[in-house]
C-alpha cells in the first residue's frame, strides 16, 4: 500500500496537556514534568489552552487515561478552541489511534514532541540524518492507516516527518530507508573517528547534562569560541570540539554536546550514539547541571541514566553546577561519588578553578608516567 503524508504546518496548535500519576508518581513530580512538557510545547511553536493531571493505580491499556477523562475532554477541547492533545508520556500505537478517534483531534506524545523540535532544529548533515532515523524507528510500528490518516489531516507538530515535503512510504520503503540511513551515518562515522584519532593524545574533555543547563555557554567561557547558546530547549544538536589554551604544555579538548532531557525517546538516543561517541571516549566528563531549577538531583538523575544507556558511566565525572547567580544559595547535593564545582559560566564565576582542575587533571597521567621512568 502507497500512502502520501504532506508534512507542512497547520495552523498553530492549541494544546491541553496531559499528565497522569501512577505507580510511585507524585501529582508534585507530574506538575513540574507538565511545565517541562509546555516549554517543549511552545518550543515545537504550539500554544497551551489548558491541563490535565490524573491520578490512576495504571494506566488504561486502550486510552493511557481513564474513559471518564476522555469524555470529559471531548467536552472540553471545543470549549477551550483546543486542536491537539499532548500526553506526557509515551503511548502505544493503539491508544494513541484511540483517543485519536475518540476525540477527533491530534494526540501526540512527549517522543514524537522532541523529535518533532529535532527535526526543526538540526542543521547539519549528520544530524538531520540522525534525527531522520529517529523519526523513522519511531515511525515504522505506527504505520496503519488510521495514523496516517490523522497526521494527513492535522499536520502541525507531530507530522513533520522525515524527509521531502510530500512523501510516498509504506512499510517496506521506510525500512529501506533506514538501511539507507544507518550506511550514510557510518560513512560519517568512519570520518569522524579519523578526527578523533588525531586527538588521541590530548586529554579529552565533553560538556554533558540536561538540555539548556548552560554547556555551550560553558563550552565558549572554556574554549574562547561563539557556538550558539539560547534560553530555549535544544539549542545543541551536534559534537563541536574545541582546544581549551591551557599555558602548560598538556593539550585539552573540550567537546560540546547534545543535552538530555526526561523521556528522551530511545530512538533518538540511539541514532545520535555516533554523536555522543564523544561522551564515551573522554577522559572526563563535565556533568553541568542548572542549579536555578526545582529539580536539580532528578536531573543530575535523568542524565545518568542516558551515560548508561550510551554505555559511558564508567568514564570519570565532576559535577558542574552552574547558574549559580541565579540561585546564590544553592549547595551541592550529597551522595554524589564525583567531586562538584560551583559555576556561573554567563558571569565567569567559578571558570578560573574549574580551569585549574582540568590541567591538573590532564597532567596526572603525564605525572604518573614521569615518576614510573
Ligand atoms: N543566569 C545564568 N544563565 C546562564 C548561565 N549559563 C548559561 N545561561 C543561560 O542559559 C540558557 C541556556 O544556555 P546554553 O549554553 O544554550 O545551554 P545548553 O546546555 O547548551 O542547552 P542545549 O544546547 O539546548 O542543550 C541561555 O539563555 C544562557 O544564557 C549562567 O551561569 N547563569
Ligand atoms: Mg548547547
Known amino acids: 500500500m502507497a500512502v502520501v503524508i504532506e508534512y507542512g504546518r497547520a495552523e498553530t496548535e492549541k494544546a491541553v496537556l496531559i499528565g497522569l500519576a501512577y505507580d510511585s508518581r507524585r501529582r508534585q513530580d507530574v506538575s513540574t514534568s507538565l511545565e517541562e512538557l509546555a516549554r517543549l510545547t511552545y518550543s515545537a511553536g504550539g500554544s497551551v489552552v489548558g491541563q490535565r493531571t490524573q491520578v490512576r493505580r495504571k494506566p488504561n491499556s486502550a486510552y493511557f487515561i481513564g474513559r471518564g477523562l476522555v469524555d470529559e475532554l471531548k467536552d472540553m477541547l471545543p470549549e477551550l478552541g483546543a486542536n491537539c492533545v499532548i500526553f506526557d508520556d509515551t503511548l502505544s500505537p493503539a491508544?494513541?489511534?484511540n483517543l485519536e478517534q475518540t476525540l477527533e483531534t491530534k494526540v501526540i506524545d512527549r517522543p514524537i514532541l522532541i523529535l518533532d523540535?529535532?527535526?526543526?532544529?538540526?542543521?547539519?548533515?549528520?544530524?538531520?540524518?540522525?534525527?531522520?532515523?529517529a523519526q523513522l524507528e519511531y515511525l515504522l510500528p505506527r504505520l496503519t492507516g488510521?495514523?496516517?490518516h490523522f497526521s494527513r489531516q492535522y499536520g502541525g507538530i507531530g507530522a513533520k516527518g522525515p524527509g521531502e515535503t510530500q512523501l510516498e512510504i509504506d512499510r517496506r520503503r521506510v525500512r529501506d530507508k533506514i538501511v539507507h540511513l544507518k550506511a550514510r551515518l557510518a560513512k560519517l562515522d568512519s570520518q569522524r573517528s579519523t578526527q578523533r584519532k588525531r586527538r588521541q593524545a590530548m586529554f579529552k574533555v565533553a560538556l554533558v547534562g540536561y538540555t539548556n543547563a548552560g554547556k555551550s555557554t560553558l563550552f565558549n567561557r572554556l574554549t574562547q569560541s561563539d557556538v550558539s547558546t539560547a534560553d530555549m530547549l535544544f539549542t545543541t544538536l551536534d559534537s563541536t570540539s574545541r582546544a581549551m589554551s591551557t599555558g602548560h604544555p598538556c593539550q585539552i579538548v573540550v567537546s560540546d554536546t547534545v543535552g538530555f532531557i526526561k523521556k528522551l525517546p530511545?530512538?533518538?538516543?540511539?541514532?545520535?550514539?555516533?554523536?555522543?561517541?564523544?561522551?564515551?571516549?573522554?577522559?572526563?566528563?563535565?556533568?553541568?547541571?542548572?542549579?536555578?531549577?526545582?529539580?536539580?538531583?532528578?536531573?543530575?538523575?535523568?542524565?545518568r541514566q542516558v551515560l548508561t544507556e550510551i554505555g559511558a558511566d564508567k568514564v570519570p565525572y565532576l559535577l558542574i553546577y552552574n547558574k549559580i547567580d541565579a540561585n546564590p544559595g544553592f549547595l551541592p547535593l550529597l551522595g554524589y561519588e564525583a567531586s562538584s564545582l560551583t559555576v556561573s559560566a554567563a558571569c565567569d564565576q567559578g571558570i578560573a578553578a574549574l580551569k585549574a582542575e582540568l590541567i591538573a587533571r590532564s597532567q596526572r597521567p603525564l605525572q604518573a608516567a614521569d615518576s614510573a621512568n
Open 117 to 133: 523540535i529535532f527535526a526543526t532544529r538540526a542543521r547539519t548533515r549528520p544530524a538531520r540524518l540522525q534525527v531522520e532515523l
Open 95 to 97: 491508544q494513541q489511534r
Open 266 to 303: 530511545h530512538q533518538l538516543v540511539e541514532s545520535f550514539k555516533s554523536t555522543l561517541e564523544e561522551v564515551c571516549l573522554a577522559d572526563l566528563l563535565l556533568q553541568v547541571i542548572d542549579c536555578s531549577q526545582p529539580d536539580v538531583e532528578e536531573r543530575i538523575a535523568q542524565t
Open 146 to 148: 488510521a495514523w496516517i
